[in-house]
């Protein structure tokens, strides 16, 4: 069982928006902006889309998102392509441990 | 070019040690850690640890502790995971992952707690 709580699945149509939610508790999500989102293409390694909760590095498109509220954090995915189809990951810093915790992850299906 | 290239996928008897290896390129090795992470198959992602390139320093997860040793080789520019005592559950693809660096108002910065450069993986099967 994974720290962090993603849904299994999430699907969308090209061109439409999508959110992807990431439920954690005050000693990860809630408690600091350390939240990551990971995107993973099959047999890839992962890449990083949004770091501190809501900024992107360089080269990720603007297409992708990120926003936090209490224990909740949310990656959104605006005009949806067919090349987002992909695994998601979300990741914190939790203070339990002074480490790093993924989420299950999120197959995202663009239909 | 900026890669970390890590070594080729390994085949253990269940209670075997692997050590596997991460050679970095393109970029300052001291300047930033290393973390691994570790993907059973069909799984999701699992942090490992992580360790300075720059003094050796390591924090591993708890799960792992006495099992896992990272080291790094600052002549050669590679990091090492070693994983002792294999079970059929520590079969998986191990990457490693670089500390993410970024610039800000004129001064530039690492955090480990997110990773930027990603080895392409090597798969660790344990079976007996």
């Known amino acids: 069982q994974s720290a962090l709580t993603q849904p299994a699945s999430v699907s969308g149509s090209p061109g439409q928006s999508i959110t992807i939610s990431c439920t954690g508790t005050s000693s990860d999500v809630g408690g600091y902006n350390y939240v990551s989102w990971y995107q993973q293409h099959p047999g890839k390694a992962p890449k990083l889309m949004i770091y501190?909760?809501?900024n992107r590095p360089s080269g990720v498109s603007n297409r992708f998102s990120g926003s936090k509220s209490g224990n909740t954090a949310s990656l959104t995915i605006s005009g949806l392509q067919a090349e987002d189809e992909a695994d998601y990951y979300c990741?914190?810093?939790?203070?339990?441990?002074?480490?790093?915790?993924f989420g299950g992850g999120t197959k995202l299906t663009v239909l | 070019q900026v890669q970390l290239v890590q070594s080729g996928a390994e085949v253990k008897k269940p209670g075997a040690s692997v050590k596997v290896s991460c050679k970095a390129s393109?970029?300052?090795?001291?300047?930033?850690?290393i973390s691994w992470v570790r993907q059973a198959p069909g799984q999701g992602l699992e942090w490992m640890g992580w360790?300075?390139?720059?003094?050796?320093?390591?924090n591993y997860a708890q799960k792992l502790q006495g099992r896992v040793t990272m080291t790094t080789d600052t002549s050669t520019s590679t990091a090492y995971m070693e994983l002792r005592s294999l079970r059929s559950d520590d079969t998986a693809v191990y990457y490693c992952?670089?500390?993410?660096?970024?610039?800000?108002?004129?001064?530039?910065?690492?955090?480990?707690?997110?990773?930027?450069?990603w080895g392409r993986g090597t798969l660790v099967t344990v079976s007996s």
């Open positions: 393109g970029y300052t090795f001291t300047s930033y850690g």
């Open positions: 990741s914190s810093y939790t203070s339990s441990s002074t480490s790093v915790v």
């Open positions: 360790i300075s390139a720059y003094n050796g320093n390591t």
């Open positions: 992952a670089r500390d993410f660096g970024y610039c800000s108002g004129g001064s530039c910065y690492t955090n480990h707690w997110y990773f930027d450069l």
């Open positions: 501190d909760v809501s």
